[in-house]
Every structure is written in C-alpha cells, then in structure tokens.
C-alpha cells in the first residue's frame, strides 16, 4: 500500500543530496520511504494525501529516555523550585516505587508515555533501565522496555543501591547482571558523576559491556566537570549525554571523534543547571543530538518539540541545527542514521516516519514557543 504525500510546503529531509524542498512530494511504500522530489514530478500511489502547504520533517528521535518506572517525584521537583539542588540520590525514590510496580503497570507506564511522545511527532525512542538495580529487576525493565521500544540501553549502573557497597554492586553489574540483561539490549550506559560512579568504576562496567558486545553510551559531566566524556571518547561509545559542563578539552576531544554530544536542555532547566554551550560544540565539529531524558526526576517531559525551542531560543542554536540535532543527530546518536530502514531522514529506503507541522515552516517550532505544532505523524509508513 503506498500513499503519495503532496503540498509540502517545506520538506527538511537531513540528506545531504536532497537538502530541505519546497513544493516536494514524497511517497511512502509499507514501512519505507519509496520516492522524494519536486511535487510536479511525483509518481502515482495507492492512495494521495495533501498536507496544505504544511511542513514535513522526519520524526524526532528520541536517544535519551528513562521510561521504565513507577511513581512520582512531584516532593522533589517543588523542594527544587524552592532552591533544594538535584542530587543524583533522588533516583533512589524511583527505584523503591518501581520495583513494587508489577509488569503490568510498568507496561502500562511506558506505553503511555510512549503514546504521549508519539503523538507529539517522535518515531524513534530509546529507552534505558536503571530503576531495578537488581538482577531481576533490571532484566524484566529490559525485556519489557524491548517489546516497545527501538533500543534499549542498559543502565545498571545508574546508583549504588542504598544499602549496598560500591565495589560489590560494580562486580555485580559487570558480572551476573550485565550477562542476565545483554539478550534483551543493545547498549549499556554509566552515570559517571560525583554521587555515582567515579571515573575507574565507570571504566569498569563499561568495558565489561564492550566485551560482551553492546554498544556504549555514558552520562556524563551533568552536575559538574568530571571524566564522562574524556571516557566516552577513549572507549569509542556512541553518545555522551548531559554535557553540560565540558572543558575545552572535552569539546575538543568530542570534535575529534565520533562520539555524539547528546544535549539535554529540558533536564538542565527542571535541575537549574546552566544549558551546555551548544555553540563551542557544533562551532568545533562535533556533532551534537538534542533529546528529552523523559523521566520522573531531572525531566519529565517527551516534548522534543520543547527542546528544540530551547535549543534556538536559549543555546544559540539555528533553527536548521536544533531541528537536525532532534532527528538526525539522535540518529546518529543510535547509530541508525544511515542504510536500509535509517531514522532521522527523508530519503528513498529510509522508515517511513514523517512529522508534518500545523506550521509552514520549522522556524515555528522556535517562532511559537508552547504551540503545539504537530499536525500528523507516519510511524513506519502508519499515519497514527
Ligand atoms: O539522565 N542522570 C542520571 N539519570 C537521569 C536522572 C534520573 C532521575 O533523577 O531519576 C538523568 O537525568
């Protein structure tokens, strides 16, 4: 079944070949991307779809989320508003309530904040575990989170459980918790901050989870200065996220990379942390994702719509660079940016998610601030 696509009024494609089309066309067959060009020479399809004039983006993607949990953090955020700082103990909280949760409720629990990400124009979500922090429970936030979710990241190395000692639940993470929970992930992350997991520690897990073939992403330099993304480089991990405060150093070394500097603005605004200075990055080379880190503590929002806001109103970043550091960016933050079934793109053989705006223009989503711009959504070749 194939559905033609026209009126476009601006088509952002990340394609280095098609660049951004006014007046485009673009058709999807099943869960790819079948055709893209001028509107005048459009193939014909099954079925037709005249978007006014609107514009047409990929979905976001989503490459940071915490979306396994139960309960709520709505104490802390007040306390926080009040001028109490965010400590990384808070994710304590969230791990009591989440391993009292039932598979049932903490399905029910991702797939709406799923939905609620869906319909605001993301097609692409990783997800991480994190809030179990024993075997068990880390293998089922996993195992669920892979019946939903595009990737799945394992963080059993979010906090030392309270109660616990940090040596032994380090040996256990990269030991008996890292084999238990591989079948169901393709990444593993650390939280390499003062209050987590110093720098050797980090190492540590992170090179266990080399061995075993996953993927690495860390979250680093968030509440201060610190290793995560020196570390993150040397180890060749796909991401470092939060990257709030980098040292030249760090910016340079990012640049010379291929490690993404995922930027997460709605968490630093919901901590009254500093935004990370986009503008030193993307002005060195490197390349930078923006994504929501939707979760219960540091931010609880899906709206990458937000961020992108944020990003140009705030981080002095174009709107062309936040729109592309929203979709592509995070792509690439996944390693899905290129080949058959690529994310983030509009281009022939790419999945068919595409985001059309109630707007002529992706300078809205800075220009109207607030506004909910989502018009429709294709999730692989779906309109949802
Ligand atoms: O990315 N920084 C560590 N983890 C999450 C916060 C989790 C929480 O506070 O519950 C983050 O901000």
């Not at 575990?129 to 595009?150: F, K, N, Q």
């Not at 050797?200 to 993304?229: D, F, I, T």
């Not at 929501?292 to 174009?318: D, E, I, K, W």
């Not at 300078?363 to 429709?376: E, N």
Request: hydrophobic share 40%; with cysteine.
């Amino acid at each position: 079944m194939s559905i033609l696509i026209t009126g476009i009024g601006e088509l952002t494609t990340n394609d280095d070949e098609l660049g951004s089309l006014s007046d485009a066309a673009v058709v999807l067959d099943g869960e790819r991307i079948a055709w893209v060009g001028a509107a005048s020479r459009a193939p014909d399809a099954d079925s037709r779809v005249d978007v006014g004039g609107r514009a047409v983006l990929p979905g976001w993607v989503d490459s940071h989320t915490h979306l396994l949990f139960a309960g709520d953090r709505t104490a802390e955020f007040s306390a926080r508003m009040a001028g109490k700082p965010y400590q990384a103990g808070g994710i304590a909280v969230t791990v009591e309530a989440t391993r009292a949760a039932s598979d049932e409720e903490l399905l029910k629990n991702l797939l709406l904040h799923v939905g609620e990400a869906r319909r605001q124009g993301t097609t692409t979500i990783e997800t991480k575990t994190g809030y179990g922090l024993t075997v068990p429970d880390e293998v089922r936030a996993a195992r669920i989170a892979a019946s939903v979710v595009d990737e799945v990241t394992f963080l059993g190395a979010h906090l030392v459980p309270p109660g616990s000692d940090a040596g032994s639940y380090v040996d256990l993470v990269r030991g008996e918790m890292l084999s238990a929970v591989a079948p169901f992930v393709r990444w593993a992350d650390v939280f390499c901050e003062t209050g987590a997991f110093d720098e050797s520690q980090s190492r540590a897990v992170l090179k266990a989870a080399q061995e075993a073939g996953l993927g690495l992403r860390v979250h680093g330099n968030q509440l201060g200065p610190g290793p995560g993304a020196r570390l993150a480089v040397e180890l060749g991990a796909a991401s470092v996220d939060h990257c709030t405060h980098l040292t030249e150093s760090d910016v340079d070394s990012l640049a010379n990379s291929s490690t993404v500097a995922t930027l997460l603005p709605a968490c630093d605004l919901s901590t009254r942390q500093p935004l990370p200075d986009a503008r030193a990055l993307l002005d060195a080379g490197a390349t930078v994702a923006l994504a929501s880190n939707c979760n219960p503590g540091s931010s609880y929002t899906s709206s990458m719509a937000f961020c992108v806001a944020t990003a140009v109103l705030q981080m002095r970043m174009s709107v062309a660079e936040a729109v592309r550091a929203a979709t592509w960016g995070g792509a690439r933050a996944l390693r899905r940016e290129s080949g058959d079934g690529a994310v983030g793109v509009i281009r022939v053989g790419a999945r068919a998610d595409l985001h059309v705006l109630d707007a002529p223009s992706t300078t809205h989503l800075a220009y109207r601030p607030g506004v909910p711009l989502t018009h429709s959504v294709y999730h692989k070749g779906t309109r949802l």
